[in-house]
């Protein structure tokens, strides 16, 4: 059931991924709804300024001619120029026509323009309001004509009664110009997205081919040719600041890859010769029977072999763990000289045996696992024994530094380390040539160790060393406060 239940999710997975748009075909309609918007806004705002200027000019002209009638009814000698402006005046014009009528108070039309009845009747005009400035209607009649409309009351002489004025401006023309003119900004909107998505298309395609370039390139790089890079100096500063990245990545990469495979290869020689030790011995018993003194005698040399595995596997285990896990460390006041104390206590038995001084010298307190700082100051110890000869020193010291770090070295008298392996000694499973032979029973994972348990503490290893003259192994603690590391 569970199996049946789990098939829809992934088809619904797969399709919903299936599914989901390239960041190409985003940016082209991002791009062409941008300019789609921006073209209808635009063109909105151009056409609503265009109206407001033919409203406002259409206004002031009627606002014109209607003080102009004014003027001539003002006085009973300017009849006759009324009459002329009213009948003859505006029937000669075509274009932005204008009708005139007076009336009286009773609805009687004294004066008109020619044809003035067909177009623009009486009843269709607004009423007379008590202020002349009244608001200006515009009215459509049935031949398809536009007209603004006012009614304005006229003054006259004492004795003539009320009279009034209904005007109306033919506006037919300019509402077609209008329209004309919506008709080709709609047009331009169309053309221009159209356009604006074809070069969206090519602007989009052109600008992430660095992208694809890059794609391509980081997907030919394989196990095989991982010292290939993917930077190119013609791309662009934020697709190349990608590549960088990537070839910062692909550093580590290597690097780790060929830390692998010699660690993998050092891994497989290391064990090999405990493994061929022990099928060597295991052979030689099963050739004959033997007594009990000599298969004693094989065990024990097995139980060696055996022990030296189980160092390997337990360093192994630490620093792989170290590589993976979050320091877990229980940070305390150490003090220096007294835990080298013990230490040297531990070691000093093979010390004179071998004829070897080992001495601490001034003293520092820090802060540290105790258990893991232990175990470095240790190894180093036991790797200066190894190659320190009869009548050495090895010398332990601590001191603070200005820049608040403290500074715990290792020094013997011993063999010393040549200049070109100083950089590989913290390797894991390497070990000096002229020192395999001096310490057959070394693993090479000692000072690997001891980085590792620096890296934990947020600290570093200095080396020092000249060959026939001794080395000094430097562990640099950070300094921290009390308060912190309780916390």
């Given at each position: 059931m569970s199996l049946k239940n789990d098939?829809?999710?992934?088809?619904?997975?797969?399709?919903?991924?299936?599914?989901?748009w390239s960041l190409s075909r985003r940016l082209m309609l991002h791009y062409a709804f941008s300019t789609f918007v921006i073209l209808n806004l635009s063109a909105a705002l151009l056409f609503w300024g265009l109206v407001n200027i033919a409203e406002r000019e259409s206004s002031k002209f009627l606002q014109d001619e209607i003080n102009t009638i004014k003027l001539l009814s003002s006085r009973e000698s300017y009849q006759q120029g009324l009459a002329r402006k009213l009948e003859v005046g505006y029937a000669a014009r075509e274009s932005m026509k204008v009708y005139g009528r007076i009336l009286d108070g009773q609805g009687k039309v004294?004066?008109?323009t020619y044809g003035m009845n067909e177009n623009v009747p009486v009843a269709v005009f607004p009423p007379l309001a008590?202020?002349?400035?009244?608001?200006?209607?515009?009215?459509?009649?049935?031949?398809g004509q536009v007209y603004l409309l006012r009614s304005v009351r006229l003054e006259s002489d004492p004795g003539q009664g009320e009279r009034m004025l209904q005007i109306a401006l033919n506006i037919t023309?300019?509402?077609?110009?209008?329209?004309?003119?919506?008709?080709?900004?709609?047009l331009v909107i169309c053309v221009g997205t159209?356009?604006?998505?074809?070069?969206?298309?090519?602007?989009?395609?052109?600008?992430?081919?660095?992208?694809?370039?890059?794609a391509q390139r980081t997907t030919s790089i394989t196990a095989y040719n991982l010292n290939e890079r993917v930077t190119l100096g013609h791309w662009p500063a934020e697709v190349k600041d990608l590549a960088i990245a990537i070839d910062t990545m692909l550093d580590r990469l290597q690097d780790s890859f060929c830390r692998l495979s010699s660690y993998v290869s050092n891994l497989a020689h290391e064990l090999r010769t405990p493994v061929n030790v022990l099928m060597g011995e295991a052979e030689v018993a099963l050739t004959k029977a033997r007594s009990a003194d000599d298969y004693r005698h094989v065990l024990e040399s097995n139980l060696e072999e055996y022990e030296r595995l189980a160092r390997i596997i337990d360093s192994l285990l630490f620093i792989a763990r170290s590589d993976v896990q979050e320091p877990d460390l229980s940070l305390e006041e150490i003090d220096v000289c007294r835990e080298v104390g013990e230490i040297i206590e531990y070691y000093l038995p093979l010390a004179e045996d071998k004829g070897i001084a080992i001495s601490c010298h001034e003293n520092a307190i820090l802060y540290a696992d105790r258990t893991l700082f232990r175990r470095a100051?240790?190894?180093?110890v036991s790797n200066a024994l190894n190659y320190t000869d009869a009548g050495g020193?090895?010398?332990?010291?601590?001191?603070?530094?200005?820049?608040?770090?403290?500074?715990?070295?290792?020094?013997?008298?011993?063999?010393?380390?040549?200049?070109?392996?100083?950089?590989?000694?913290?390797?894991?499973?390497?070990?000096?040539?002229?020192?395999?032979?001096?310490?057959?029973?070394?693993?090479?994972?000692?000072?690997?160790?001891?980085?590792?348990?620096?890296?934990?503490?947020?600290?570093?290893?200095?080396?020092?060393?000249?060959?026939g003259k001794g080395t000094s192994i430097t562990l640099v603690f950070p300094r921290s406060d009390i308060t912190n590391l309780s916390s």
């Open positions: 098939e829809p999710s992934s088809a619904v997975c797969s399709g919903s991924h299936s599914r989901s004294l004066l008109q008590l202020s002349d400035y009244t608001q200006t209607q515009k009215w459509e009649n049935g031949k023309y300019m509402e077609q110009v209008l329209g004309h003119f919506r008709t080709v900004l709609l159209f356009v604006s998505l074809a070069l969206a298309v090519l602007t989009v395609r052109r600008g992430l081919y660095p992208l694809t370039e890059l100051v240790s190894n180093l020193t090895i010398t332990v010291s601590a001191r603070r530094e200005a820049g608040r770090t403290v500074d715990v070295t290792v020094s013997d008298t011993g063999c010393g380390i040549p200049k070109a392996d100083l950089p590989n000694i913290t390797d894991r499973f390497y070990r000096v040539d002229s020192a395999r032979h001096r310490n057959k029973e070394g693993t090479g994972l000692g000072l690997a160790i001891v980085k590792s348990i620096m890296d934990m503490h947020g600290g570093s290893i200095k080396v020092a060393s000249e060959v």
